[in-house]
């Protein structure tokens, strides 16, 4: 778990006697394969399956300064972040963070809990204030439906956690497996489009209807009996089939709010072909518009590639990467 030490007293004087000059925070993305629950019925709501990946990645680094400054993309976010850590815990606020990569904003790759994760980890460090995700969570809004993003920051692999239950705190990770060594997963973006995010999001959810509660408990077997126990047993295909099967009833549901099962017709297209070729684990992170293909190996992600660029080149408005699941949280390094 990625927590910061800290020293036994946390008065403003000691925070001052640190002796660490900056901090560096690397965070990594993560897929939002879907939720379990969306009924809601048995007093928790929710629950989401969550892939941690390499790439891409947000990394930040913080240092102590003579005023407060904040460059680089989604400089904004991160102001935000570190003025609502340094407020809560009496912090010198005279810093300079730099945000050295950022995972893009609104595709569905956790871009905003991680940089506010990282902007705070990296403040709370500095200052040797004892913090882990679930302690930044409520400071930075962050954790209101979904904790993978949370466990993604703290120890990556597959997550799966069990939905927002009457408590005001992130939902409880329930299972946590390491995404297998060789798999890969592609990844399929279009730029040109957004998910659904703040108050359009709230909006959604408040509109859509009732989501069956019979379809709530076949979703919960299928994660529970099919996805996570081949996943353990490194079965691609049992795995992409159960999270396929998630995904379908998932995006299905989401389809008027999101205008179709995927948010981004060239990835719906994208997808439909991959799925030809006989990749069963295929589907839209969270909101999207960021597709996802889960393969055997990186031989199987390159070719797969060449079949993608062949028929969606540059101007089609997608481009691809890979990625390999990463398996450990996010890396600190300190400079004295």
């Known amino acids: ?17 640190s002796a660490i000059r900056s901090v560096r925070v690397n965070v990594p993305a993560r897929l939002h394969a879907g939720f379990v629950d969306l009924n ?17 990645r947000t990394i930040v680094h913080l240092r102590r300064a003579s005023a407060l400054a904040v460059e680089g993309p989604s400089a904004e976010r991160a102001r935000r972040a570190l003025e609502a850590v340094t407020d809560h815990f ?13 995972i893009p904003e609104h595709v569905g790759l956790g871009s905003g809990t991680q940089l506010a994760l990282a902007t705070a980890f990296a403040c709370c460090r500095l200052h040797d204030v004892e913090v882990d995700a679930h302690t930044l969570a409520p400071l930075l809004d962050r954790g209101l439906r979904s904790s993978i993003g949370l466990a993604s920051f703290e120890q990556g692999g597959v997550i799966l956690d069990g939905g927002r239950g009457e408590a005001d705190r992130p939902p409880p990770v329930v299972a946590r497996l390491p995404f297998p060594d060789a798999w890969r997963v592609v990844l399929l ?7 659904l995010h703040g108050a359009a999001e709230v909006e959604a959810f408040r509109r859509l209807p009732d989501f069956p509660a019979a379809l709530a408990a076949h979703l919960c077997r299928v994660a529970l009996m099919v996805a996570l ?26 389809a008027p709010a999101q205008g179709g099962r995927y948010t981004s017709p060239v990835v719906s297209e994208a997808l439909a072909w ?6 069963r684990g295929v589907g839209q992170s969270s909101w999207g518009p960021t597709g996802f293909a889960i393969v055997a190996s990186e031989r199987d992600a390159d070719g797969l590639l060449v079949g993608l660029r062949h028929r969606w080149p540059p101007e089609s408005g997608l ?16 400079e004295h």
């Not at 778990?1 to 006697?17: D, F, H, I, K, S």
């Not at 991959?274 to 990749?279: D, F, L, P, R, T």
């Open 1 to 17: 778990m990625l927590v910061a030490p800290a020293r036994t007293g946390n008065t403003t004087q000691e925070r001052e006697q």
């Open 40 to 56: 809601g019925g048995l007093g928790r709501r929710f629950g989401s399956l969550g892939i941690s990946l390499d790439t891409p």
């Open 90 to 102: 009496h912090l010198d606020g005279c810093l300079h963070l730099t945000i050295e990569s950022a």
């Open 189 to 195: 973006f279009d730029d040109a489009r957004q998910g």
């Open 229 to 254: 126990p081949a996943l353990a047993e490194e079965d691609l295909d049992r795995f992409g089939t159960g999270l396929a099967e998630l995904q379908r009833a998932v995006g299905d549901y989401f």
């Open 274 to 279: 991959i799925e030809s070729e006989g990749v």
């Open 319 to 334: 481009r691809f990467a890979i990625s390999r699941g990463r398996n450990h949280g996010g890396e600190v390094t300190t």
